[in-house]
């Protein structure tokens, strides 16, 4: 294959200033002195170290390099080229017995020489390619470790038309502090932030923005950071992941991709570090068994089934009575699973007849139910369908699944759970009842499917919750909406609590000495959702993520709470609190709970009464069988 115009070009320059290193490096190591006894041997001696340099460069790579956008790795490369050289250069003068200089220290001056000739004409490649910093061009304040710097300025220097320059580094660690990335100073930490913009604002260099570069900053710090930011009128993007950057892209080419900086997400401050969790025993709970997931569509249900697909099932079947919900599901495992036998099935969890069929014919080893009707407001207009579906739903799925010889059923319920105050709390509470009874029966008599209930309060970015409709309103343009300025909700984000539930299947399936002992009196796992957080604050920061200013550029607007909502959620009522376990994300309640078989046959009324379209019925009974259920059916605010 022909070489290239360029190949061809540092092949030549490369020649010129090997030849040129051999009289310069004689002159300094004997000044005065000519090369050689006569000008053929100079001439000799000029060609020798030409043709001996591109020898040398060779392996490596000197021809190939791209002076323009040459760094240390290829600074290294003409050190060794030129050490090389000048080392055969002297072996082969000795030889011959034709010695260049007298001076012995010839061969160290020459390879000095060479090596200075070789980056200093690389360097001066590069410097005239730097492109002039200009008044209009913004500037930015780049957040990130030393690899993550590195790559991203790497991917910014290849673009044709870049639309910020980088004017200094922050650092995750203080010993970072002072050095220099890419020509770059780092000026501080990620918590001198504030300090570091302050000094940058008094120098009158402002930056336009703040691009984090690092990938693995969020929760607190992140936060700290955003507020830093806030204070000083300087706006937060985040960088594409060092995966989708181009440092590596053919210099020059038109194809290197353009750096696409996004909003920071809400979900990067809410995220918390990352618990330890037993993957090893996730990996003994699942692989090589049958697993089925109802409400496999569900936000909560598509994410066990994609965790559970990468722990190596037997085999997966999805439920879900919603339609499309289902196909995208089942179409994303089919990508990204593909080794999983799979079966996607349409079908309703009220449905006792199909249910019992098709668990029989399954004959699953572990049942995760993720099936519900979750939205409160919706169940409110709607309790009966709640009682159906939530209630009824689950003790249905929990006696087939009984009846096929399942191991272990694993119940996703809610903190709304909690001393409820709205029919689709009551209903979960009512259903955490009838698995709590079987769970305890089944521990009692050593043999029996184990039945495992997770409470957990709110998953980020879940269908109808708060986090979509605000990034909705948002693209309106606003107003956004929040039902009163005192409300709180816990938060989680979907792959931590899917996790956890994960960790608390296991827990709650073997029985071991280190097993919570509340287990055995109904005891349920609690996931620990952290503090709470005021759902107009996260409207604030919502607001101020997108680059607007609340109460400026986008109102807040007080709704009033709706039917069946409550100002605070809680994940524990006064008699069941919260017991840690030697578990991390981890805690256990031990509600009241009964004979299954009562709350099976209290189950069966009530579901009677829904289906017969009687609602004060219904909720009588719902009353009577979850005596805490305080039912907020105007949504009306507490006083005090």
Not at 55 to 81: I, S
Not at 218 to 238: F, K, P, T, W
Request: aromatic share 4%; with cysteine; proline share 7%.
């Amino acid at each position: 294959m022909a070489a290239s115009p360029r190949i061809l070009l540092n092949l030549g320059l490369d020649a010129v200033l090997g030849a040129l290193a051999v009289p310069v490096a004689a002159w300094l190591a004997s000044p005065g002195a000519a090369l050689g006894a006569a000008p053929a041997h100079a001439a000799a001696a000029v060609a020798a170290g030409a043709a001996l340099l591109l020898l040398a460069g060779l392996p490596f790579g000197l021809p190939r390099q791209y002076w323009r956008y040459a760094g240390p790795k290829e600074m290294l490369a003409v050190a060794g080229a030129a050490a090389i050289a000048a080392g055969l250069f002297a072996a082969g003068a000795a030889a011959i017995g034709l010695p260049p200089s007298p001076n012995a220290a010839f061969p160290a001056i020459h390879a000095l020489v060479l090596a200075a000739l070789l980056a200093g004409a690389r360097g001066a490649a590069r410097r005239r390619h730097v492109r002039p910093e200009t008044a209009g061009t913004p500037t930015a304040l780049l957040v990130g470790n030393g690899d993550a710097a590195d790559l991203f300025m790497r991917a910014l220097d290849r673009q044709r038309a870049p639309e910020f320059r980088v004017l200094g580094i922050l650092a995750r660690h203080a010993r970072q502090a002072g050095r220099r990335i890419q020509g770059q100073a780092i000026l501080g930490t990620v918590e001198e932030a504030e300090s570091v913009l302050e000094q940058l604002r008094a120098a009158g260099r402002t930056p336009s923005l703040i691009v984090l570069a690092d990938p693995d900053l969020q929760g607190e710090a992140l936060e700290r950071l955003l507020d830093a930011a806030d204070r000083q009128g300087v706006a937060l993007r985040r960088a594409p992941r060092p995966t989708a950057l181009d440092p590596a892209a053919r210099p020059g080419e038109s194809g290197s991709r353009r750096i696409e900086l996004r909003p920071v997400a809400i979900e990067d401050l809410l995220d918390r570090p990352q618990v330890p969790l037993d993957r090893e025993g996730m990996a003994r709970l699942i692989q090589g068994r049958r697993v089925l997931v109802t409400g496999a569509g569900g936000t909560i249900g598509g994410e066990l089934a994609r965790q559970v697909a990468a722990l190596g099932p037997a085999s997966l079947t999805l439920l879900d009575h919603g339609e499309y919900a289902l196909y995208q599901i089942d179409l994303e495992l089919a990508e990204t699973h593909p080794a999983v036998t799979r079966r996607a099935v349409l079908a309703d969890v009220r449905d006792a007849a199909r249910m019992s069929r098709l668990i029989a014919e399954i004959r699953p080893d572990l049942v995760f139910h993720a099936a519900a009707l979750k939205h409160v407001p919706m169940v409110e207009n709607d309790p009966l369908e709640g009682l159906q579906t939530n209630a009824q739903g689950t003790r249905i799925v929990a006696d087939a699944a009984r009846a096929a010889g399942c191991r272990v059923m694993v119940f996703i319920s809610t903190d709304k759970a909690v001393n409820p105050t709205s029919v689709m709390g009551a209903s979960k509470r009512l259903a955490e009842m009838y698995c709590q009874g079987l769970d305890v029966a089944a521990r009692q008599s050593g043999h029996g499917m184990r039945c495992v209930t997770v409470r957990f309060g709110n998953v980020l970015g879940s269908t109808g919750s708060v986090v979509p409709l605000f990034r909705r309103q948002l693209e309106r343009g606003g107003p956004l909406t929040v039902t009163h300025p005192d409300m709180r909700r816990y938060f989680m984000t979907v792959r931590e609590a899917v996790g956890l539930v994960l960790q608390a299947s296991v827990v709650g399936a073997e029985d071991a000495e280190d097993r919570p002992p509340e287990l055995r009196d109904g005891g349920i796992f609690v996931l620990d959702m952290g503090q709470p957080v005021k759902i107009v604050d996260l409207a604030r920061r919502m607001i101020r993520l997108a680059g607007l200013r609340p109460e400026e550029d986008v109102d807040i607007r007080f709704t009033g709470l709706r039917p069946g909502e409550k100002l605070f959620e809680e994940m524990f009522h006064g008699q069941e609190p919260p017991r840690p376990t030697r578990f991390s994300g981890l805690m256990v309640a031990t509600p009241r709970t009964a004979d299954p078989a009562l709350i099976g046959r209290a189950i069966d009324e009530v579901s009677a009464a829904a289906r017969a379209g009687q609602t004060e019925v219904a909720l009588a009974q719902l009353g009577r069988l979850v005596p805490e259920f305080d039912h907020n059916a105007d949504g009306v605010a507490p006083h005090g």
